[in-house]
């Protein structure tokens, strides 16, 4: 168990917009900062981080919460990891009790797959590192492949040595379980023996963008023509392929602050630009390109350069990329090696400045490669040239912004010595025959969808619900401030008829909601904002320095969601960016008490209704027997709505 002082160390430590901006590109947004969702597919951000109340919002999905609740839901931590890694990135020491046998056990499966995944990393580094094989043979290649010593500790590289299960025996010694090692994909279980997955290969641990390993890629050493050259690790429950890239995590702050990622094929592209001294660049890891890969990216920067070897085969497989690329709404550069050369191999006979140079004088636009090395393979073809066209056309049609495609339009047609107007009409039909395409698509769920809604009956609003999730906000967002509240006694005048009479007084918001509910008699219908209510009432009685922050931190995870769901519903309104457009809307903290009696009077009028309505009900279900008693209080609770209602400016 980690100590109760470290926790609070970590919260009063972490920075969440610091913590959050290693995974999401943010940008500011008033006092708050905005981005894309990492949790679902979008283009306009929705994604909200408060500073000042140390939590974030994803409006997309619905979840939220503290800088924990965002490691557990983005990294999949559980609570105690979270905790450690937040330790680790603000250099906190952690103050911990031995873990029990059965708390090792206790661990659920996923976590299970990630131990067994760190262990196979420090076995493969010692083996590289402290062995006289690993050194003679591993060792040896990294350093013949130009590696230093600091290069190759920095990306945990690492050896299997050729006994067919060196690691596997080690592995189980260790007490690591057989169904794990076989599940990661490092060991195969073939029933009465198992044997190493990466026997005699150096190795490459595959990270998550937090640091977590999730897989391995391994490079055989020997001129075995029967054994792949590369060998990754199968998928599993913590290693999807297509949706991790290579060096993300040692790429990642390099990518946000340079706003453009370079985007290579193998490991050993991504290990010799950062030896160099370019760090913005990742690896698809030996697989073709992907959407879930490009979304991986597109939190970090909307701009991509893609580099590749210059051979055709390499110019070929990056153009099958680029339309997946624009398709994301991102803009996309292309640079290619000379012939002979890939980026592994030229970054290691270049310095640095000599590297960038060349990165900035030959990266071209999409549209002018494209063209180029289409246009060279059908120059004296009209068919062919002709395809070229449609080709580069299809691609233009992926972009989703309609200005950026017109300026590719106008560019392919200067190029391509072609009419804008030939351009521009086919790329009308093309984008009119993907909307046609859709349309029969939607078509059938649509007129179902109609079915449905006559027979869906409309959802009323809840309105008790509603005023008593506000009064929870009012009381995290202003309960210990002090405010003049205009208070409203009943009287009865000089004719005998009941009249509000006000009465300024000062008053801690906390306590004006509380004496208010209680005076009234008013009871929470929510059972969860009962229990969170009188919390927060106890909290700010006994702490005149209360925060939302520090109550959060404290709440289960259940109620930490639900209180962020609260405090983040304004900051919905942000992502619109109001103030561009010349609308500026009023601030709460501009009238606290204004707010407070409104929505305290609200809740009267409801609950007065709702009486009303219940003495109704008691006069129909008794036709014969009309009680003069009822008959007077509804009299009586209709008056005292009707001063209420005027007291809030509404029509009855």
Not at 226 to 243: F, G
Not at 553 to 568: A, G, K, P, R, V
Not at 609 to 617: N, S, Y
Request: aromatic letters at 10%; one cysteine or more; hydrophobic letters at 35%.
């Amino acid at each position: 168990m980690i100590s109760k002082s470290t926790i609070d160390q970590v919260y009063e430590t972490a920075r969440l917009e610091e913590v959050i901006g290693d995974f999401v590109q943010l940008k500011k947004a008033g006092s708050n900062y905005k981005g894309l969702s990492p949790f679902s597919e979008e283009r306009s951000p929705s994604f909200m981080v408060s500073p000042v109340k140390q939590i974030w919002k994803d409006f997309s999905s619905g979840k939220g919460g503290n800088v924990v609740a965002f490691l557990m839901e983005h990294e999949h931590f559980t609570y105690p990891e979270a905790i450690k890694y937040l330790a680790k990135k603000y250099n906190i020491e952690i103050e911990e009790t031995k873990k029990s046998n059965e708390e090792k056990e206790a661990q659920d499966r996923r976590e299970s797959l990630y131990l067994v995944s760190e262990y196979a990393n420090t076995y493969f580094k010692h083996i590289l590192h402290k062995t006289d094989k690993g050194k003679a043979i591993g060792l040896s290649y990294f350093k013949e492949r130009g590696f230093t010593d600091e290069t190759i500790k920095k990306f945990d590289l690492g050896y299997c040595t050729e006994a067919w299960s060196g690691f596997t025996d080690e592995a189980l010694k260790k007490g690591y379980k057989l169904e794990f090692l076989a599940e990661t994909g490092l060991t195969i279980d073939k029933g009465d023996k198992q044997f190493d997955r990466f026997k005699g290969r150096v190795m490459f641990p595959i990270q998550s963008m937090s640091g977590r390993v999730l897989g391995f890629g391994g490079r055989i050493l020997t001129n075995d023509k029967k054994a792949a050259k590369y060998l990754n690790s199968p998928e599993s429950d913590i290693y999807h392929k297509s949706k991790v890239l290579y060096g993300i995590y040692h790429a990642k702050q390099s990518i946000a602050k340079e706003d453009n990622c370079y985007l290579v094929e193998g490991y050993t592209d991504v290990i010799q630009f950062h030896q160099t001294g370019v760090t913005n660049v990742v690896s698809s890891s030996g697989t073709a390109l992907t959407s879930d890969q490009i979304r991986l990216i597109n939190r970090l920067t909307k701009n991509i350069t893609v580099l590749f070897d210059g051979d055709a085969a390499g110019m070929r497989a990056s153009i099958r990329g680029i339309d997946l690329i624009l398709e994301q709404g991102m803009n996309v550069k292309v640079c290619s090696f000379p012939e002979g050369e890939d980026p592994d191999s030229f970054a290691k006979t270049n310095t640095l400045e000599e590297l960038k140079h060349y990165l900035n004088e030959n990266a071209k636009d999409f549209i002018q490669f494209k063209a180029s090395v289409l246009f060279e393979e059908s120059q004296n073809d009209p068919i062919k040239k002709a395809e070229t066209i449609r080709d580069i056309i299809n691609s233009i049609a992926k972009i989703p912004d309609r200005i950026k495609r017109e300026v590719y339009i106008q560019e392919c047609s200067r190029i391509m010595d072609i009419s804008e107007d030939v351009l521009f009409s086919t790329l009308a039909q093309l984008t009119q025959k993907e909307a046609n395409d859709q349309a029969k698509q939607q078509q059938k769920p649509q007129q179902a969808f109609e079915v449905i809604k006559h027979q869906t009956p409309i959802t009323k609003i809840d309105v008790q619900y509603v005023l008593e999730r506000k009064i929870i906000e009012i009381l995290l967002l202003y309960g210990n401030k002090t405010e003049d509240f205009e208070d409203l006694v009943l009287k009865e005048n000089e004719k005998g008829v009941l009249i509000l009479e006000p009465v300024i007084q000062q008053a801690k918001v906390f306590e004006k909601v509380f004496l208010d509910l209680q005076d009234d008699e008013m009871e929470f219908s929510n059972e969860q904002f009962k229990t969170l209510y009188y919390k927060i009432i106890e909290t700010l009685n006994q702490n005149p320095d209360f925060s939302s922050e520090q109550f959060i931190n404290n709440e289960n995870q259940e109620i930490s969601s639900e209180i962020t769901n609260i405090l983040m519903e304004d900051e919905r309104y942000e992502l619109s960016d109001w103030e561009r457009k010349n609308i500026f809307p009023k601030s709460k903290k501009e009238s606290i008490a204004q707010l407070v009696s409104e929505t305290i009077l609200s809740l009267r009028c409801h609950l007065i209704d709702k009486k009303v309505i219940g003495f109704q009900q008691k006069t129909i279900e008794n036709k014969n027997e009309v009680n003069r008693s009822i008959l007077e209080e509804v009299k009586d609770y209709s008056g005292l709505k009707m001063l209420l209602s005027r007291k809030l400016n509404r029509v009855l």
